[in-house]
C-alpha cells in the first residue's frame, strides 16, 4: 500500500534548537496534515496545507508542501520543553473512492533538554 | 463539547475473548475513522464510514468488524482477540465526505493488551 518516509525517526535537541522534520511519498497528494501526539493523547492537528509551494505559519512551526506534492517539511523554531512528543505527517488524496482517507508516516519523535 | 470519546480507555482481554470499541463524537460529523498505532508504523486505517449505515475496509481490517447505526457512533469489534491485535485505537471524525478537504479530529484511544 501507500507509505509516507517520515523522517528522522527520533531526535534529541537541547532548548532553543530548531528542528526540522521531513516527509516523502511515492505519490502525489493534494493535502498535507501535520499532527502531534503527546503521551497518552489522541492526535493535534498543527497545520493544514493545501496547495503545492505553500508555506504556512503556526507560530514557532512553519510547513511547506513541497512542490512536487510528494513531500513536505515542518519546522520547530526555539524549542521549548512543551514540544516534546511524537510528530506525524499525514497525506491525504481527494478524489472519488477516497473519502478524506489520510495515510500517516511512521512518526518523529522529538525530546527537548532544558 | 465533549469532541471524540472513547471507551474503555484500557483493556485486557485473553486469545478468543471478543470485545467491542465504543466512539462517539458529538460534532454532527458525517465521517468516522478507526485506526490502529503500533510502534514505528504511524496510524493506520482499520475501516472508515462515510456516513450512516455505511462502512469500508481500510488498510488493515483483517479481524475487525464496524457498525455505525447512528451518526454519532462507531464501534469497532474484535470477534476472536489475537495478540497481534494488542496496539493503540483511535477514533477519529470528520465532518464533511467526498472530495473535500477536511480535519480529521482524533479521540483519546484505547490501549488494548491481548494476553
Known amino acids: 500500500g501507500q507509505q509516507l518516509n517520515q523522517s528522522p525517526q527520533s531526535m534529541f535537541i537541547q532548548e532553543g534548537e530548531d528542528v526540522s522534520m521531513n516527509c516523502t511519498s511515492s505519490s502525489i497528494f493534494n493535502t498535507w496534515l501535520w499532527y502531534k501526539q503527546d503521551p497518552g493523547e489522541g492526535p493535534v492537528l498543527l497545520i493544514a496545507?493545501?496547495?503545492?509551494?505553500e508555506l504556512t505559519s503556526n507560530g514557532r512551526l512553519t510547513a511547506q508542501f513541497g512542490i512536487t506534492r510528494k513531500d513536505s517539511f515542518l519546522n520547530i523554531s526555539a524549542s521549548i520543553p512543551s514540544d516534546v512528543g511524537i510528530y506525524f505527517c499525514?497525506?491525504?488524496?481527494?478524489?472519488?473512492?477516497?473519502?478524506?482517507?489520510?495515510?500517516f508516516g511512521q512518526g518523529t519523535t522529538l525530546q527537548v533538554k532544558p | 463539547n465533549a469532541g471524540v470519546t472513547q471507551t474503555p480507555k484500557f483493556q485486557v482481554l485473553k486469545t478468543g475473548q471478543s470485545m467491542t470499541l465504543q466512539c462517539a463524537q458529538d460534532?454532527?460529523?458525517?465521517?468516522m475513522y478507526w485506526y490502529r498505532q503500533d510502534p514505528g508504523m504511524g496510524l493506520r486505517l482499520i475501516y472508515y464510514s462515510a456516513s450512516e449505515g455505511t462502512t469500508d475496509k481500510g488498510e488493515v481490517p483483517d479481524g475487525y468488524n464496524v457498525s455505525r447505526l447512528k451518526k454519532q457512533n462507531f464501534l469497532l469489534g474484535l470477534e476472536s482477540a489475537a495478540p497481534s491485535q494488542t496496539s493503540v485505537y483511535f477514533c477519529?471524525?470528520?465532518?464533511?465526505?467526498?472530495?473535500?478537504?477536511?480535519?480529521?479530529?482524533f479521540g483519546p484511544g484505547t490501549r488494548l493488551l491481548v494476553l
Open positions: 496545507l493545501y496547495k503545492a509551494g
Open positions: 477519529a471524525s470528520s465532518y464533511s465526505t467526498g472530495p473535500q478537504r477536511e480535519t480529521q479530529y
Open positions: 499525514a497525506g491525504q488524496k481527494i478524489g472519488s473512492g477516497n473519502t478524506g482517507k489520510l495515510i
Open positions: 460534532m454532527n460529523h458525517n465521517s
